[in-house]
């Protein structure tokens, strides 16, 4: 079946550069994504790439997609105390009514100053 | 745009009554909504898919007479949790999806049984 994992935690420091790393199996998703969560709050899109697409850059986001290793990342640039938040890789996955989404246990991003 | 609210954002209740937690897309039509069950430092876990005007499908192990979902129009979905347990206490979200398969994600809803 599906399965889509990350690394649990991260830690930098601000101002510094933060990658986080996930890993799909489901070679047939179109779309892959990365959503954000603060505590207590619901999700947030933050980007999403296409299958066919190698890299997508979005002001300081940006998202690398290895579709032979199906290895996608996220690459936040300048990092600042405000992303700290719990980030969600997700692919999409096709059932019989619609397309739902595979997420990933999420990465915990910690930014200290 | 693409805006999803959730209703309400908490609620207790007792053991052994329903609950009933109203999604809605604000500025677009969703022709597909989703629930979500979210444990604490957890996951999401896909409850239940549902399309406007027909019955939802169900994950494998959702009960579908425990979380009745309804999806009456473009832009609202209900799940009713019924007859609540403690282990029912969780957080739910919800999302909507119009003509792209992007979904959007309404803020959630804490329940707690008690």
């Known amino acids: 079946g599906e399965d889509v994992e990350q690394s649990l935690f991260l830690s930098v420091r601000e101002g510094d550069s933060s990658v986080i790393n996930c890993t799909y199996t489901d070679s047939s998703s179109t779309y892959l994504y990365w959503y954000k969560q603060e505590p207590g709050a619901g999700l947030q899109l933050l980007t999403y790439?296409?299958?066919?697409?190698d890299m997508k850059q979005d002001q300081r986001l940006t998202v690398l997609l290895n579709k032979k290793d199906k290895h996608l990342s996220l690459r936040i640039a300048d990092t600042q105390t405000g992303d700290s938040a719990i980030y969600f890789c997700?692919?999409?996955?096709?059932?019989?009514?619609?397309?739902?989404?595979?997420f990933g246990k999420g990465t915990t991003l910690s930014v200290s100053s | 745009g693409a805006v999803v609210s959730q209703h309400p954002s908490w609620v207790i209740c007792k053991s052994g009554t329903s609950v009933k937690i109203e999604c809605r897309s604000l500025d677009f039509q969703a022709t597909t909504m989703f629930w979500y069950r979210q444990f604490p430092k957890q996951s999401l876990m896909l409850m239940a898919t549902s399309n406007e005007g027909s019955k939802a499908t169900y994950e494998q192990g959702v009960e579908k007479d425990k979380f009745l979902i309804n999806h009456a129009s473009l832009t609202l979905s209900t799940l009713t949790v019924t007859s609540a347990h403690p282990e029912d206490s969780s957080f739910y979200i919800c999302s909507a999806s119009g003509l792209t398969d992007t979904q959007y994600f309404g803020p959630g809803t804490r329940l707690t049984v008690l």
């Open positions: 790439i296409f299958s066919n697409m």
């Open positions: 997700a692919e999409s996955s096709s059932n019989q009514a619609g397309t739902a989404l595979i």
